[in-house]
C-alpha cells in the first residue's frame, strides 16, 4: 500500500558537457564574465539564449529578481512609479519593484491564475509600466494586454521566469513585451542554482541594462551592442553589479539543448495528472487558454465544492502524505500569497485572487518525473482529497 513517491524538488542531473567546462573553469580560475576578451562563457550564453529565443540582445544576471529590477531601472522610471502586477505571483515580483523604487500596483487574478482583464484596464491609465508574471507557466491574455498598454504607450516587462518554452500564438513567451525576464533558478526549466536573463530588441534599453548590471568602465564594449547606444551613458548609470559568474553559464549552456525536449515532457507530465484529476469530482485544472501552448513543470488545480474545514482537512492529508504539495493560501507565510507582502502595505480588495488561493493546489512536476511516477502522485492527491471529504467535521 506504501508505494514511494518520487522527490518533487529534484532535478534532471546536469549534461556531462558542463562537466568539461567547470572543470576547465576550475583550473583556469577565469571565473569573472570580463577577464576574458571575448567568448567567455556568460557571453556565450547571452549570444545562444537571445538566438534560441529569437530575441536581438540578451543580459545575463545573477537572477531573474536581478533582472526584473535591472529592467525598471532600464525603463528610466522615477521614483515612485507606479508598476501593475499581478496579485497572484512570487514575492520576488513585489519585492524588484520595490527595490527600483517604484510602488507596485496589484491586478486582481481569476481561478484560471491569469488576470483579469477588466481590472486591468481599469488600473492601466494611473501606471507607469506593466509587469506581466505569467505565474507558473499561466500565460495572461497577452493580445489584450499588449494592445491596452500599446495604446497607452506604457511599457510591458514579462515576467518569464517559469515560462521558458511557453508559446503565446506560436511566439515565445518573453518576446512579446518591451522585456522579458526569465530564471535559472534550480525549479525553473533550466538549472543552474541560481541565475536569471533579460531579452529585449531595444538597443538603448540594453545598454543600460548592462552597464547597470556592473560592466564598469569600458566592460560594456564586450557585449554585441552598438558602441553609440553605449557611449551616451558612460558613467551615467550606478553599478548595482548583478552579473552571472562564469560557472553559472558553464551549467546552463547545454541545457539549452535539452529545452525542447524538457518542455515535451513536462506538458505530457502535466496533462496526464490534468485528465487523471479532472475524472474525480473533486478538482478542476484550468485548461490553457487557446493561444497559449504551455510549458509546465508544476501543476495548479483548484478543489471543487469544499468546505473551509475540509480544505483544510486536504492540506493536511497532504502533509501526512509527504507529497511536497501546497494550498497556496493555506500554508503559513506563502510567498505567493498577496497578505503576506507586508512591505507593500494594504493592497485591495484583491477579491477573485483572495478567494482563488485559498482553493488552488500547487504540485511540483518535474520533467524527469514518468509517466508512472506522475500515477503516483495523482493518486495520493485524490485519495487526500477523498479522505478530507469523507471526514465528518465540517
Ligand atoms: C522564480 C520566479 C521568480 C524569481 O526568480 P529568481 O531567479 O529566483 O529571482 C520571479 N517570478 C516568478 C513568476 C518566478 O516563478
Known amino acids: 500500500m506504501t508505494t514511494t513517491l518520487p522527490d518533487v524538488h529534484q532535478a534532471e542531473p546536469i549534461p556531462q558537457a558542463a562537466w568539461e567546462e567547470v572543470q576547465a573553469l576550475l583550473t583556469s580560475a577565469d571565473l569573472f564574465r570580463y577577464t576574458a576578451p571575448e567568448n567567455s562563457p556568460v557571453a556565450r550564453l547571452e549570444t545562444a539564449f537571445a538566438e534560441k529565443l ?14 526584473l529590477f535591472l529592467s525598471l531601472k532600464a525603463l528610466g522610471l522615477p521614483r515612485g512609479a507606479k508598476v501593475l502586477i499581478p496579485a497572484f505571483t512570487f514575492a520576488a515580483v513585489p519585492s524588484s519593484v520595490v527595490h527600483a523604487d517604484c510602488e507596485p500596483v496589484l491586478i486582481d487574478v481569476k481561478d484560471n491564475y491569469r488576470i483579469d482583464i477588466e481590472d486591468y484596464l481599469r488600473k492601466l491609465p494611473d501606471a507607469d509600466a506593466v509587469m ?30 517559469h515560462s521558458l518554452g511557453t508559446l503565446w500564438n506560436g511566439r515565445k513567451i518573453g518576446t512579446i513585451g518591451k522585456i522579458g525576464c526569465f530564471s535559472f533558478q534550480s525549479y525553473k526549466m533550466l538549472n543552474a542554482g541560481e541565475g536569471g536573463i533579460l531579452i529585449s530588441e531595444d538597443a538603448d534599453l540594453i545598454a543600460r541594462a548592462v552597464i547597470m548590471s556592473g560592466a ?38 547545454p541545457q539549452l539543448d535539452e529545452l525542447e ?6 506538458l505530457r507530465n502535466h496533462d496526464h ?37 475540509q ?19 493555506l500554508s503559513t507565510d506563502n510567498a505567493r500569497a498577496f497578505w503576506n507582502w507586508r512591505f507593500i502595505g494594504p493592497q485591495g480588495p484583491l477579491p477573485q485572487t483572495e478567494a482563488m488561493l ?31 471529504k469523507m471526514a465528518k467535521a465540517a
Not at 485528465?275 to 471543487?304: C, G, H, K, M
Open 54 to 67: 529569437g530575441a536581438k540582445y540578451a543580459v545575463a544576471v545573477a537572477s531573474c529578481s536581478a533582472a
Open 132 to 161: 506581466i508574471s505569467h505565474m507558473r507557466g499561466h500565460t495572461s491574455d497577452m493580445d489584450a494586454i499588449m494592445q491596452a498598454a500599446d495604446a497607452a504607450g506604457i511599457p510591458v516587462i514579462e515576467d518569464a521566469a
Open 216 to 253: 564598469y568602465e569600458h566592460n560594456w564594449k564586450k557585449h554585441p551592442v552598438l558602441h553609440d547606444a553605449f557611449a551616451k551613458w558612460q558613467n551615467e548609470l550606478p553599478l548595482y553589479n548583478t552579473r552571472m559568474s562564469n560557472l553559472s553559464a558553464a551549467v546552463i549552456l
Open 261 to 266: 525536449r524538457r518542455c515535451v515532457d513536462g
Open 273 to 309: 495528472m490534468a485528465d487523471l484529476l479532472n475524472a474525480t469530482p473533486y478538482f478542476n485544472v484550468p485548461p490553457a487558454l487557446p493561444q497559449e501552448t504551455r510549458a509546465p513543470d508544476s501543476i495548479q488545480f483548484n478543489l471543487v465544492g469544499f468546505t473551509d474545514d
Open 311 to 329: 480544505a483544510r482537512g486536504f492540506v493536511q492529508e497532504l502533509k501526512d502524505r509527504h507529497l511536497g504539495a501546497q494550498v497556496f493560501g
Open 358 to 388: 485559498v482553493r488552488a493546489c500547487d504540485v511540483r512536476l518535474p520533467v524527469r518525473l514518468s509517466l508512472t511516477e506522475v500515477e503516483a502522485i495523482a493518486e495520493a492527491v485524490i485519495a487526500a482529497a477523498e479522505t478530507a
